[in-house]
């Protein structure tokens, strides 16, 4: 009895937060799924009736749909690149930094743990066309006002303003306790062996800083794939001409507008599958790296 | 001298990276204290008489249905607070499991844990609404307790397993040897040597709950909306209230931005374990 109580001991551990995620998330998907199968509107009393792949179909025909897929990979493509390099930019500044860490490790987590929703009201003000602090700033420098949220053409940049704002601080914080852990020994031969700085940089610290590079590139593409709450807040039902809709915002629009359970459960599954696709990469990264 | 200017060369860099990534949120904390008519203001403005008139306003009024003070503020303290303490309990259970025991399965769940952090929430929210519905419990701060406890869950065992890995085994077995038992070695060693650590994977939680916005606006109505929703009670056919929309921002700014000045060392701590060695 001691024995086999002992032997299921460490599954008593994990069970309860197992079995949390398991009743909550795993059953939500596996609901998602089975309705991303089927003809469900329920408040014209409609179905669940099982339609096959007719959700996905209609989706893939959808203009629209394929407007915000499109929208999605150039938010998250750009946001992510000048993401990187300015927070590999900020961590390479701080490295030549030695007072007032705290300070600005404190100003760096700050946009980071505002909430995304907070984050949009805040550049809200900034951006407003008439009195938003943007214009203004701009016009010190003889730059035109724009329209910002109200431009066809600035809406996506906006946004993608804002998850700069927001994420950058994220990958600098990530490679500065890269650089930080790197190794002495490769940088004091380089110099004996008379490298610049650049070289240096791009023949030692690039290659040893990869691993980490890679895991910050497929965390960020991943959040921003979902991104949600500064596009709802900012370009509500996709901004003008919709040029921001991104995947997010056209799941809310589905499921609010129309009620059509199936398409929206099928466009959920579309953003889990992107998701999962960089999430793939991700996770043979990290598994090898860290023994779970 | 060459050395002189370098350093004032990283200072104003510094001060430019600073200021771009604080000055947006401090603009809002200004705006807070002005009036509608200084909010409006064209070029903005910089000296103006402070005012208390939007603290006021958002605290003596209804707004979107609720009052902040027996609404949206009570909402969101009790539901963080609680998904918080349920999600450290259940994490830290199974974040010494993995650590501490080797058993069949055991990569197999430390992996379940790790997929599971990457499923974007925003997919769930129309399966979870319905789950709600279907249990009876939409619109109920339980329903939020469960669904945050529930997506903190992987963060904070990983987080927790992080830092219980940095504890030598060996000091719970001269605990065992000693007489205590497994849960004794749990609360009476673990928890204090990972203290900081727990604080943050806590934090971390906490701010994930006081902050989201896409749950809560599915899974809540009138009575059950948490704070980050009052936000949208000020866009209003009468127009925009700026003036109360912007110090309700700067409530739920505060406590974040005190968990972060307090806590920011073992806040990066915890963001970068596993990543880097």
């Known amino acids: ?84 390099v300015f927070g590999m930019l900020i961590a390479l500044l701080l490295m030549q930094v030695t007072r007032g860490l705290a300070f600005i490790r404190t100003s760096l987590l700050i946009p980071l743990m505002i909430a995304p929703a907070l984050a949009g009201l805040i550049w809200k003000l900034f951006f407003n066309a008439e009195f938003g602090f943007l214009n203004y700033f701009l016009g010190l420098f003889g730059v035109p006002g724009q329209l910002w949220l109200s431009s066809e053409a600035l809406v996506l940049p906006s946004i993608i303003l804002v998850d700069i704002w927001r994420e950058t601080p994220f990958v600098a914080i990530f490679m500065y306790a890269g650089l930080q852990a790197l190794p002495n020994d490769p940088f004091e031969a380089a110099r004996i062996d008379g ?83 960089f999430g793939a990469v991700f996770i043979t990264f990290i598994y090898r790296e860290v023994e779970f | 001298m060459q050395f002189g200017a370098w350093r004032a060369l990283v200072f104003i860099l510094v001060a430019i990276v600073l200021v771009f990534f604080l000055f947006p949120p401090l603009w809002m904390v200004l705006s807070s204290f002005k009036t509608q008519v200084d909010i409006l203001r064209r070029p903005p403005a910089w000296f103006f008489v402070p005012s208390l008139a939007n603290y006021r306003d958002i605290f003596s009024h209804r707004w979107g249905g609720g009052q902040i003070v027996t609404t949206y503020l009570p909402n969101s303290i009790i539901v963080a ?143 059950t909306r948490t704070l980050p929703l009052m936000i949208t009670a000020f866009q209003t056919d009468e127009g925009l209230f700026w003036g109360p929309m912007t110090a309700t921002g700067v409530v739920i700014l505060l406590p974040v931005v005190l968990f972060t000045v307090f806590s920011q060392r073992h806040m990066v701590k915890g963001l970068t374990l596993g990543a880097v060695k």
Do not use: H
């Open chain 2, 81 to 223: 607070l609680a998904s918080t303490a349920l999600t450290i309990a259940v994490s830290l259970l199974a974040a010494y499991g993995l650590s501490r025991f080797r058993f069949r399965g055991r990569k197999a769940i430390g992996f379940f844990f790790l997929v599971t952090r990457m499923l974007p929430p925003i997919g769930m929210v129309m399966p979870l609404f319905l789950f709600m519905f279907n249990i009876g419990l939409l619109n109920t701060r339980t329903a939020l307790v469960f669904v945050y406890t529930a997506l903190n869950i992987p963060l904070a065992v990983w987080m927790l397993k992080g830092f219980i890995d940095t504890v030598p085994r060996e000091m719970d077995e001269a605990a065992m040897v000693d007489g205590c038992t497994r849960v004794g070695v749990i609360f009476r060693l673990i928890v204090p040597v990972v203290g900081p650590g727990m604080a943050v994977s806590a934090i971390f939680s906490f701010i994930l709950a006081w902050n989201d916005f896409t749950i809560a606006l599915f899974l809540t109505s009138r009575e």
């Open chain 1, 195 to 277: 490298a610049t700085a650049w070289q240096a940089w791009r023949y030692i610290t690039i290659p040893l800083l990869r691993p980490l590079l890679g895991i910050v590139v497929l965390f960020r593409v991943i959040f921003a794939l979902r991104v949600f709450d500064t596009a709802f807040v900012l370009a509500r039902e996709g901004g003008p001409g919709q040029n921001a809709m991104v995947l997010g915002m056209y799941l809310y629009e589905r499921t609010y507008k129309t009620f059509d359970l199936g398409l929206a459960s099928a466009v959920s599954f579309i953003i889990l599958a992107l998701t999962l696709v």
């Open chain 1, 1 to 84: 009895m001691r024995r086999r109580l002992k032997a299921i001991a460490p599954y008593i551990y994990t069970l309860p937060a197992a079995a949390l995620v398991l009743g909550v998330l795993m059953y939500a998907w596996g609901q998602s799924f089975i309705l991303s199968f089927t003809q469900y509107r329920p408040m014209m009393g409609i179905g669940p009736k099982f339609t096959g792949i007719q959700n996905y179909v209609t989706l893939l025909n959808q203009p629209l749909f394929r407007k915000a897929i499109w929208v999605s990979f150039v938010f998250t493509g750009i946001s992510v690149l000048l993401e990187c």
